[in-house]
C-alpha cells in the first residue's frame, strides 16, 4: 500500500516535465492558495469584528487578494494574445510566439553552455 503511494507521488512530479501539467499545478496550487487565504481572512475577521474600521480594511484588502488570484485563474485558462502600438508602430504578442521564444532562448542557453571553455585550475 505504501508503495502505490510513492508511485503516485513520482507519476505526479513527472507529469509536471509537460507543460500542460505544469499548467495543472499552477490550477491546483492557486486553488489551493485561495482556499486557505479564505480560512485566514475569515479567521482574521472574526478577530476584528468589534472594530468596523479595521474590518472594512482587512476586506477591503481580502477583496485585493482575491482579483490577484482571479487574475492568475484567467491568466492559466485564457489564452492570451496582446496587441498594441507605439508611435505608429503595431505589434502583437501571442502565447503561440512566447513558447517559440522560449524555445528558441533554451536551445540558445543550452548551446553557450556546451560550447563553453573548460578552464582549469584556480582563478586569480
Request: zero cysteines; glycine letters at 12%; hydrophobic letters at 55%.
Amino acid at each position: 500500500m505504501i508503495w502505490r503511494g510513492l508511485t503516485a507521488l513520482w507519476r505526479a512530479g513527472a507529469a509536471l516535465a509537460d507543460p500542460e501539467g505544469r499548467r495543472g499545478a499552477a490550477l491546483l496550487f492557486m486553488a489551493a492558495g485561495g482556499v486557505a487565504m479564505t480560512g485566514y481572512g475569515v479567521y482574521a475577521l472574526w478577530l476584528v469584528r468589534g472594530r468596523p474600521d479595521y474590518a472594512f480594511y482587512l476586506g477591503l484588502s481580502a477583496m485585493v487578494l482575491i482579483a490577484i488570484v482571479l487574475t492568475g485563474f484567467a491568466g492559466l485558462l485564457i489564452k492570451r494574445t496582446i496587441k498594441g502600438s507605439v508611435l505608429g508602430n503595431s505589434f502583437e504578442i501571442s502565447d503561440e510566439q512566447v513558447q517559440q521564444i522560449a524555445a528558441v532562448a533554451g536551445v540558445a542557453a543550452a548551446t553557450a553552455v556546451a560550447q563553453a571553455p573548460i578552464e582549469e585550475g584556480p582563478r586569480p
